[in-house]
């Protein structure tokens, strides 16, 4: 089964830091793997999507992706942190084009001014 | 612009009250789905509509029921809400077209539902 793990619950940058939030996947083949990221009290939008074509994604807001095989990760990042990143952030995994999207359990992201 | 839109953004029911929750969309996708999301959770998928076909998620409660009386509307209905059931309710959509990928899905900004 698939099954998606983002280490941390909690991340905390300074604003103009660095952003990684970390997600790893299991998966027997390279699936379809997603990033969103939800406001409070907001739907979930999509920030970008890995399906097998270029493994650096680059997404909406600054945000971009790497898929690495060998490590089984999608790891987001954002060279400089801004206030209005604060979010919660979802790593999202589907084995096929028609799989159900599963969501990682999220990590909250603060910035602080 | 064209958007998955939900109504009421908040909704407060009493307990065992029966209470629906609507969604439409104005992208024309076949697809749509229902999630939970409890708080600091990730969304839980309950069930989805493949043009007409309804698709229950093995573990969703027989307390939820969905409806959809066309493309652009899809009805979330909770019979006898619980305490636990309390949460965010998201509505997206998929466009799936056979033979081609299935699509992203957009969502709304969510119904919080309130049972007192």
């Known amino acids: 089964a698939q099954s998606v793990t983002q280490l941390g619950s909690h991340v905390s940058v300074s604003e103009g830091a660095l952003v990684l939030l970390r997600c790893n996947y299991s998966?027997?083949?390279?699936?379809?793997l997603f990033w969103y990221v939800q406001y409070p009290n907001q739907g979930l939008q999509l920030l970008l999507k890995?399906?097998?074509?270029?493994?650096l994604v680059k997404g909406i807001n600054g945000f971009e992706a790497e898929f690495k095989k060998s490590e089984t990760s999608f790891h987001l990042t954002k060279p400089s942190a801004h206030m209005s990143d604060a979010a919660e952030y979802f790593c999202a995994v589907k084995k096929t084009s028609y799989d159900k999207v599963i969501f990682g359990p999220g990590t909250s992201l603060s910035v602080i001014p | 612009d064209a958007m998955v839109i939900q109504n009421p953004r908040y909704q407060v029911t009493q307990f065992g009250k029966p209470v629906t929750l609507s969604c439409s969309q104005t992208?024309?996708?076949?697809?749509m789905y229902w999630y939970q999301q409890k708080s600091s959770q990730a969304p839980k998928l309950l069930f989805h509509?493949?043009?007409?076909?309804?698709?229950n998620e093995a573990d969703t409660p027989d307390n939820f029921q969905s409806r959809r009386p066309n493309t652009s509307f899809c009805f979330l209905d909770i019979r006898s809400p619980g305490l636990g059931d309390a949460a965010m309710y998201l509505c997206?959509?998929?466009?799936?077209?056979?033979?081609?990928?299935?699509?992203?899905?957009?969502f709304g900004p969510g119904t919080r539902l309130l049972v007192l």
């Open positions: 997206a959509t998929s466009r799936d077209r056979v033979g081609e990928e299935r699509e992203t899905q957009y």
């Open positions: 998966s027997s083949v390279p699936p379809y």
């Open positions: 992208l024309n996708h076949n697809v």
């Open positions: 509509y493949y043009d007409k076909d309804f698709n």
């Open positions: 890995y399906t097998s074509a270029a493994t």
